[in-house]
């Protein structure tokens, strides 16, 4: 059972932007607040890697090293969302985006909870 939702994904040129949100899916009862939440990606032929986290209150935040200085990774808890914004995409980072909630205060790496996946394609 999807417990979370993804949106925001698309077809980009390089160079441009999206933002990516995460929120529970309807019918649902996962309340992020109570969750870190983190951004996965997997691409065609390789394995899922995260990219990002974000902890329970949004005061700490981690990037990988692939998307470090071109991901901003946000919260807002009035709408019970979190946000992954993308800038200067690149061709790599076409992939299937997926979020997923850590029932941790801090980013702990188990993210019992995931969504289906947003498409992102970097393509001219």
């Known amino acids: 059972q999807l417990q979370l939702v993804e949106s925001g994904g698309g077809l980009v040129q390089p160079g441009g932007s999206l933002r990516l949100s995460c929120a529970g899916s309807?019918?649902?009862?996962?309340?992020?607040?109570?969750?870190?939440i983190g951004w996965f990606r997997q691409a065609p032929g390789k394995e899922r890697e995260g990219i990002s986290c974000?902890?329970?209150?949004?005061?700490?935040?981690n990037y990988s090293s692939s998307v470090k200085g071109r991901f901003t990774i946000s919260r807002d808890d009035g709408k019970n969302r979190v946000y992954l914004q993308i800038d200067d995409l690149r061709p790599e980072d076409t992939a299937v985006y997926y979020c997923?909630?850590?029932?941790?205060?801090?980013?702990?790496?188990?993210?019992?909870?995931w969504g289906q996946g947003t498409q992102v394609t970097v393509s001219s």
């Open positions: 309807p019918g649902a009862t996962l309340d992020l607040h109570f969750y870190a």
């Open positions: 974000i902890n329970m209150n949004g005061s700490i935040t």
């Open positions: 997923a909630a850590d029932p941790s205060y801090y980013c702990s790496g188990y993210v019992p909870y």
